[in-house]
Structures are given as structure tokens and as C-alpha cells.
């Protein structure tokens, strides 16, 4: 039994196979249609449960074709349908509950915390898809996209986030350090990673350089990523927020100073922070990103489960 909470404390190596079995998955699943079943049921008899605790599209229908497509199933809990979210219950004893009926747990949370309380007392894998501080699920599909257009290894490419510190930023950060790729990250200064992060950075001596000039930060890139300007429940100014972020839009102009082959990624839903026409256009793989989620999370998974080889 293996956990998914975040990038950082899984080995490149069991990244690296996550994302092979991915390819051969989705290769050998050409001529299937969305419901069939992989070859050999793998997951065969057992039961995901996922929790949302936010507001989901992306990641709750890719997680139920994920493991319907292995041979399992999956329940969706709603939070406010909980003794938990009530205050009746504790974290230990829902925890009991659902390993005792389930033999995997997925959670989408607004609380970091919760996520590590839950793992302490589960006895059956927990998956992160999406946490304050981590979006590992997606980064980890997000490199899998960019060595499939590419055709080369993500540590051969120059990739660059413009946009706010958040985090999915902190994933894709964990990546680059994981991977050993090179990120440019564009933000106003007083958006820059935190402290810690920035201390993890250091430590690791990875390749990371952080700019106030967007220009300066997509020169030369090959990918392109950007994400909403106002997160999930993002408790801040909005208004004052927006304003920080007026120059650090993803526009043609923008696109023109990477490398004439770049293309363009975001996790969606998308706001003001993209151009319309660059968001059409054929430097967009957001729709090949989306669907690669799917593929990605099948291998997660298996790689929870023990079943990958």
C-alpha cells in the first residue's frame, strides 16, 4: 500500500514508472470506447472512494473512467452528508469506516492538515487530488502531456509558469526537482513562492529562476503553464489581486518571445489570465491535457495499489 499526498516523497523512479505504465495504458487503449475495460481487470472488485471537499469537473470525471476502466469502482461522498463536516464524528473514526468498506481513498480538501490526519489513521491508500498547498495529480499528468507532444524527456525542455504562487506551482516546483527540468516562474514580487518553498528550492539546488517580468520569464520556453489568477476559495482582495496580475497575461505577444514550437498549458477552469486567441489556438493542448488526467491516474492507481511493475 503506497500513498499519493505529493510529489516530493516518491522517489523518481516510481514517478518514472507511473508515467510509463500511463503510455502503454493509453496506447493500448485505442480501439476501446470509454467504458471498456482494460486488459486483465487489474482492479478488479475494488471500491475508490472520493471525497470533494471543492468544486470538481476535470478531476472527478477522470477518476471515475480511472477506475472504472481498471475493473473497479468508485463512491462519491459529499462532505455536508457527513457527521464529520457536522462536527459529530472525528477524522479517526471516518477514516475507520472507510477502510473498513473501501480500498482507496481519494480526497480533494481545503485543509493540508485534514489530509495528513486522514492518512495517519487509514489503513488504505489516500490520494491528494487537490490540497492548499499541493496539486500533485495534476503536475505529474501535466509532464506526461508535455513528453507526449515533445517527444523528448521534460529534463531537456525549458518550462515556465506565469501567474500566482500556488499550488499548483508547488507541485509543478516539486517536479522540476524530481525530474531535473529547468522553470522560469513569472509572478509580481509580492506573489513569489513562500519561504518554504523557496528554502526547498535552495536545498534541492535545482534550476528554478523567479522573475517580475513575464517576458523575461517565457524567453526561450517550451512549454508555457498558467492557472487561474483568484484559486478555489481564495480568500483575498480580489480586486487588488487582479490588479498585480494586469501585465502577467498569457497573449499572443507573450507567445511569440518563447520557441516558435511552444505550447501552451492550463489546468482549468480558465479566467482572464489567457487571451482567447491564444487559448484557441494551436499552441493550445488544454483538451489533450485534460484527457491525459485519465490516463495518468489510471498508473497512480495501480501505483497505490502495488500493482505496478
Known sequence: MKHFINLKD??????????????????????LSTLEVDKGTPLKGKLLIQMFEKSSLRTRLSFYLAIKQ????????????????????????T??????????FMLRTDSDEKLIEFKRYLSIPIINSLSPLEHPCQILSDVFTIEEIKKKPISKLNITWIGDSNNVLNSLIAASIKFSFKLNIGC??????????????????NKVSIYC??????????????????SLNDKVNKKKKLSYFKTFKITQ?????A???????????????????VFKSKQSKVWQQALNRVHVQKSILLYCFGKLR
Open 10 to 31: 516518491i522517489s523518481t523512479k516510481n514517478l518514472r514508472k507511473i508515467l510509463i505504465d500511463a503510455k502503454k495504458r493509453k496506447n493500448l487503449r485505442k480501439k
Open 70 to 93: 481498471l475493473g473497479g469502482s468508485t463512491l462519491t461522498l459529499r462532505p455536508d452528508e457527513l457527521h464529520l463536516s457536522k462536527g459529530d464524528e472525528s477524522i479517526k473514526d
Open 95 to 104: 477514516a475507520k469506516i472507510l477502510s473498513t468498506f473501501g480500498n482507496a
Open 188 to 205: 509580481p514580487k509580492n506573489y513569489q513562492p513562500n519561504k518554504k518553498i523557496l528554502s526547498y528550492i535552495k536545498n534541492n539546488k
Open 213 to 230: 517580468d513575464p517576458k523575461k520569464a517565457a524567453m526561450g520556453a517550451d512549454v508555457i503553464f498558467s492557472d487561474k489568477v483568484i
Open 253 to 257: 505577444k507573450l507567445m511569440k518571445i
Open 259 to 277: 520557441k516558435r514550437d511552444a505550447i501552451f498549458l492550463h489546468c482549468l477552469p480558465r479566467g482572464n489570465e489567457v487571451d482567447d486567441i
